[in-house]
């Protein structure tokens, strides 16, 4: 013989209580404030990285316009106004802050101008270059280098460079 229960059971609704959401949105508000400026730390540096791959495919890019075009292709640096100038293109800057320089006499240098000019032939190939590009000074200073390799034309980027 089956027994009754003397009361029925209830069924908890599906959902969450408002209590169980106010705990969870002051525990995300506590992650937010904590990781906030940790964040923003690391802007600087993926500035830094993005200023560095930007040119690094800017180089790529005159690269395969040469080989696309079949014609010499010339990338130009500006030392001075921390500029780089796309063939038949617009300058473009470099962040505040981040600077470059010339690593090897391989370019073609125009040092009245403080300008240097990575060649790309028709066949992708270059008299090679390296690139430094810095940016700031102290406790966290960061560099890298950008090396065209001088048989094949490829661009590669060594970044945190300790020695260039």
Do not use: C
């Not at 059971?9 to 404030?33: H, K, S």
């Not at 930007?54 to 001075?80: E, F, S």
């Not at 060649?119 to 700031?136: A, C, E, K, N």
């Amino acid at each position: 013989m089956m027994h009754k229960r003397p009361y029925p059971v209830q069924r908890r609704p599906n959902g969450f209580t408002m209590i169980e959401l106010l705990v969870v949105m002051a525990v995300m508000g506590l992650v937010i404030a904590v990781a906030t400026p940790r964040f923003h730390h690391a802007l600087p540096g993926l500035e830094f990285r993005h200023a560095v791959h930007n040119l690094a495919a800017a180089m790529r890019q005159t690269r395969a316009a040469a080989i696309a075009r079949g014609a010499t292709q010339v990338l130009v640096l500006d030392l001075d106004d921390s500029l780089y100038h796309f063939p038949n293109g617009e300058p473009q800057a470099l962040p505040q802050g981040l600077r470059f320089e010339n690593l090897v006499d391989v370019a073609d240098i125009d040092r009245d101008k403080r300008q240097v000019r990575y060649v790309f032939y028709p066949d992708g190939t270059s008299p090679g270059g390296r690139v430094l590009i810095q940016m700031g000074q102290g406790t966290t200073p960061r560099s890298a280098v950008i090396e065209i390799d001088w048989l094949t034309g490829r661009v590669r980027v060594q970044e945190d460079a300790d020695r260039v």
